[in-house]
């Protein structure tokens, strides 16, 4: 089940288009719990799912790991990825070793 959707904006030339993501609700495997979460890049679909020991550590993994595959795209080298308006940042955690591509708000308040 989906939990939460997010939109990012995407500039090319004079063209704005969104990048969503889906983060779907952490369930149960056999010994381990997974969190499933997709977003839409220009070159197609990305799929992705993280494991926990629980539900918490699923979602918090891959809360990380979406920040992460933002964090290091070619858009946000660029400077062609939004959130929020024209405000810098997407609003996702990213592990320790990220920390120094964090830029706007996500600077400030991570």
């Known amino acids: 089940m989906l939990i939460v959707s997010h939109a990012l904006s995407l500039k090319t030339g004079d063209t704005v288009s969104v990048v969503a993501i889906r983060i779907y609700q952490p369930e149960r495997s056999e010994t381990f719990w997974v969190c499933r979460y997709e977003i839409d890049w220009p070159e197609g ?5 993280s494991s926990g020991i629980d ?6 993994l891959a809360l990380q790991m979406i920040g992460a595959e933002i964090y290091s795209s070619a858009y946000h080298r660029e400077g062609r990825l939004r959130a929020y308006g024209a405000e810098a940042g997407y609003g996702f955690p990213v592990a320790n070793s990220l ?9 400030v308040a991570m």
Not at 45 to 49: I, N, Q, V
Not at 55 to 60: D, E, I, T
Not at 99 to 107: E, I, Q, S, Y
């Open 55 to 60: 539900a918490l550590q699923s979602l918090v």
């Open 99 to 107: 920390r120094d591509l964090l830029v706007g708000a996500d600077k």
């Open 45 to 49: 679909l990305r799929a992705f799912k």
